[in-house]
């Protein structure tokens, strides 16, 4: 048997194992440079917003499918070319972006807009307007919603030999509360949405709004089951995560949202949240306000006046949903209620009852 | 009735389906496969050694075949290469993915080429028809001295090593994907990522039962029971452990005054009164758990081949059950309306039954391809005692009988 010689093989063993630690610290070095270049770049060349003067250049530039324009149908348009729309949308070249690192956002930029909304919950009268308006601005598909108004009840009914609702099991008196509560994306200062995203597909710009990069999109579905306001859905059409933009193509040119716009009682008030003589800094100034599930520490840029504290928590048992529609057409709850549904599925399929 | 998975309308929905449910239990089964793999390598435990390549091959293969779930279940899987180009680690849980799975994969092939280079320079050297692919699987090198050999066991135990650190990062980091989210309250637990740990190592072992005696049975080879009753004494362990977490995890969630308002509620009215009972009571702890600690508890059971067989299988059942539990039962929890969510798996389509069956198939082709390819057989070793004394008096391969052609 022949002695034993580890000291040569050990050393090419660790000549190999030190090639190897280099060539993955390099490319770890690249990486991280690469992401840090990033960020540097997110701080250091922030650009100012730049107003009016953005504002008349991407009217010059005005694309076709603005809403201002005649509608031309079933023409292709820039909706069919994402990097066209993507860049109005993005807006990256006067609004920087970024993806981690919220608490350094608005301290480091100053920027001058902070885009935040406030709902009286007092004036909604559940028309629904803006869900109609924002499906409307915003091509969302049928059977999803980027705003959706809930009509809930708030008690309980009491058993009373008189009361006014009949059932099997005998009479009740509905000793209740009805709520409108409006809800959409909060576009939170926190938000685990953008942190999930594994290819950054969605982030934060610096004006406030949490917008989502489609054709980065890998359609994990992560982001959407990361929200607690359940504001994401996958758009059955491009087959991405979608959510509200606050009408960012509106914005952008100096228009409010198409839910503010179109709201009849005037419940929702959008505006820059850095302004002291903006509507919504004033109301928050003047009223107490909440924002929904705030235990979560998303820190939400919706506020709402006269919301009740079990609603703003939400959670299963909180209500009773008046419109089935906004409970989810899915729920067993619903097929209770109707029994039949019929809706047309984006793969061609036809729902049925069972 | 609408169902989630399909067609997606309304305000909430069961995103993650069938798929997701499968993604963390092939993992599983990688991790724990490869643990089983290292009690030969890194434990020395030497009754395991003619499982333990075995072992490797399945868990590499299982491995090659878990992304796919998550590819199937993307909808926009043709995105993937974004994974890489802009991945945004450390903050996304799901962008450690591309990291760990990267790592683990290169990590298996240097394990593959350690555990089998040996026996390749042996076949290649002894000629067949297929000693140029042995020779290829050597990468030429074909010193069989006991230098090298001592270095390509010394390189496995480091090998192996790293490997249970991968493996349990690979599966960690799947369970720190629900951990993390904070949306949904019946995810949103620290204990998340030792669950699936610890429940890996279950069903990786009975997977390793299962494959080991079935893959006796097919080539007609006795059944080392040693080996398969070792096998079970570690199924039991690490059963009394995934016990010891479900028992922790029903006292922090399903207790009212233990715990959150949402987690409890969202147990108490999915697990255990709701429309899961039957899978977390009959399931996840009676066929995964209780079941096999009672055949264990009998010893005219457990020494019988079908004993084993049913507590393997109640296991795997079990654990799909407990990923099902995880996946599933937190998503139909409603985050801002009432009731719980709709759920149906469909048999045909996207997110079905159907390429669920796919995946497993694609795990088994693998399986098949790697077992032709690797000179895994214990009864098949061309080297006998002989040679390989003469082998360490020369530092060159004997060949005994059969010969071939020696370049």
């Known amino acids: ?354 | 009735m609408l169902h989630g998975t399909l067609i997606e309308s309304g305000l909430e929905n069961v995103y993650w389906g069938i798929l997701i449910v499968t993604y963390p239990y092939i993992s599983g089964l990688v991790a724990g496969s490869f643990v089983v793999s290292s009690l030969s390598h890194v434990f020395r435990q030497k009754v395991y050694d003619a499982l333990a390549p075995l072992a490797v091959l399945v868990s590499f293969a299982l491995l090659l075949a878990a992304p796919l779930t998550v590819l199937a279940d993307s909808r926009q899987p043709i995105n993937f290469w974004e994974l890489l180009s802009r991945g945004h680690w450390p903050y996304s849980p799901i962008a450690f993915f591309i990291l760990i799975w990267l790592g683990y994969i290169a990590l298996m092939l240097c394990e593959l080429y350690f555990a089998f280079r040996a026996e390749n320079v042996r076949r290649a050297v002894a000629g067949g028809p297929r000693w140029r692919l042995y020779q290829v699987l050597a990468l030429g090198n074909r010193d069989l001295s006991p230098k090298t050999a001592d270095r390509d066991r010394r390189v496995l135990v480091l090998l192996s090593s790293l490997g249970i650190l991968m493996a349990f990062l690979f599966h960690g980091y799947i369970g720190f994907i629900f951990g993390s989210t904070k949306a949904r309250p019946l995810w949103a637990s620290p204990l998340m990522p030792v669950m699936f740990i610890v429940s890996a190592m279950v069903s990786g072992i009975a997977l390793m039962w299962v494959v080991y005696v079935l893959a006796m049975r097919y080539f007609g080879r006795p059944v080392d029971r040693s080996i398969a009753d070792g096998l079970l004494r570690y199924l039991v362990l690490f059963i009394l452990l995934d016990l010891y977490m479900d028992a922790v995890d029903f006292l922090t969630g399903a207790i009212p005054a233990y715990t959150q308002g949402p987690v409890a509620a969202g147990f108490q009215r999915i697990l255990l009164s709701g429309p899961y009972a039957w899978i977390y009571f009959g399931l996840q702890l009676g066929a995964g758990i209780f079941l096999p600690l009672l055949i264990w508890l009998v010893p005219r059971w457990r020494k019988s081949w079908a004993g084993g067989a049913i507590m393997s299988a109640g296991v795997l059942v079990g654990v799909y059950a407990m990923r099902w539990n995880v996946v599933i039962a937190g998503q139909i929890q409603s985050k801002i309306s009432q009731d719980l969510v709709a759920v149906t798996v469909p048999w045909f389509g996207f997110d079905s039954v159907q390429t669920v069956l796919g995946v497993f198939g694609v795990a088994f082709v693998v399986f098949l391809a790697l077992a032709w390819l690797f000179p895994w057989k214990a009864w098949e070793q061309t080297a006998t005692e002989e040679s390989r004394a003469a082998e360490a008096r020369s530092g060159t391969a004997q060949i005994p009988a059969q010969g071939g052609t020696v370049s």
């Open chain 1, 1 to 354: 048997m022949e002695q034993l010689q580890p000291g040569i093989s050990r050393r090419r063993l660790m000549r190999h194992l030190v090639l190897v630690a280099i060539s993955v610290s390099a490319a770890g070095t690249l990486l991280r440079s690469r992401v840090r270049a990033q960020t540097v770049k997110t701080v250091t060349s922030r650009r100012r917003w730049s107003g009016e003067a953005a504002a008349r250049r991407l009217y010059q530039t005005k694309p076709r499918w603005a809403s201002w324009t005649v509608p031309e149908f079933n023409q292709p348009d820039e909706w069919s070319n994402p990097t066209a729309w993507m860049a109005a949308i993005q807006n990256s070249r006067h609004v920087g972006y970024v993806h981690d690192n919220f608490d350094r956002l608005y301290p480091v930029s100053k920027l001058p807009h902070h885009w935040g909304m406030v709902i009286d919950v007092r004036r909604c009268i559940g028309c629904q307007a803006c869900v109609v308006a924002c499906k409307s601005e915003n091509n969302v598909p049928v059977g999803v919603y980027r705003t959706w108004v809930q009509v809930v009840e708030q008690g309980s009914l009491v058993s009373d030999p008189a009361g006014a609702v009949v059932t099997d099991q005998g009479r009740y008196q509905p000793n209740v509360k009805r709520f409108s509560l409006p809800s959409l994306c909060n576009h939170c200062d926190n938000p685990p949405c953008v942190e999930v995203c594994p290819v950054k597909a969605t982030f934060k710009r610096e004006d406030g709004l949490v917008l989502i990069d489609y054709p980065k999109c890998i359609g994990c579905g992560y982001c959407i089951n990361a929200c607690p306001y359940d504001a994401r859905f996958f758009n059955p059409i491009q087959q991405t995560a979608d959510k509200c933009t606050f009408c960012v193509q509106r914005l952008d040119r100096g228009l409010l949202p198409a839910c503010v716009t179109s709201c009849v009682g005037r419940a929702r008030i959008f505006g820059d949240l850095n302004d002291p003589q903006s509507a919504p800094t004033q109301l928050i100034g003047q009223y107490a306000t909440t924002r929904l599930k705030t235990s979560l520490g998303t820190n939400p840029q919706v506020f709402y006046i006269g919301l009740d504290g079990v609603l703003a928590e939400g959670g299963a048992d909180a209500f009773n949903t008046v419109y089935p529609y906004a409970v989810g057409t899915n729920t067993e709850e619903y097929d209770d209620l109707t029994g039949r549904v019929l809706l047309q599925t984006p793969t061609g399929g036809e729902g049925g009852t069972p």
